[in-house]
């Protein structure tokens, strides 16, 4: 799903015996969100970190993020 320049991606990981959810900005790797501790202990693993991106100004509107947050939160209670 691609929705002002967010995506929300389905993953698969060798550590983790479900799928993930990763939330994309572009080409830049957000976060990921699991629930390999129960469905309702899911977690939010953050991978922005300005530096890695080359100093990219990562900067986007609240709303629109949370609007991704929230695809995100549905298909991971799909899993």
């Known amino acids: 799903m691609m929705?002002?320049?967010?995506?929300?991606?389905?993953?698969?990981?060798?550590?983790?015996?479900?799928?993930?959810?990763?939330?994309?900005?572009?080409?830049?790797?957000?976060?990921?969100l699991n629930k390999e501790?129960?469905?309702?202990k899911a977690e939010m693993k953050l991978y922005c970190n300005d530096a890695l991106y080359n100093h990219r100004d990562i900067r986007f509107p609240l709303t629109d993020f949370m609007e991704a947050m929230k695809v995100a939160e549905e298909e991971l209670k799909r899993l």
């Open 37 to 40: 501790q129960g469905d309702e």
């Open 3 to 32: 929705k002002n320049r967010f995506e929300v991606l389905l993953r698969d990981r060798d550590e983790f015996k479900k799928l993930l959810v990763q939330v994309c900005w572009g080409d830049i790797v957000l976060c990921e």
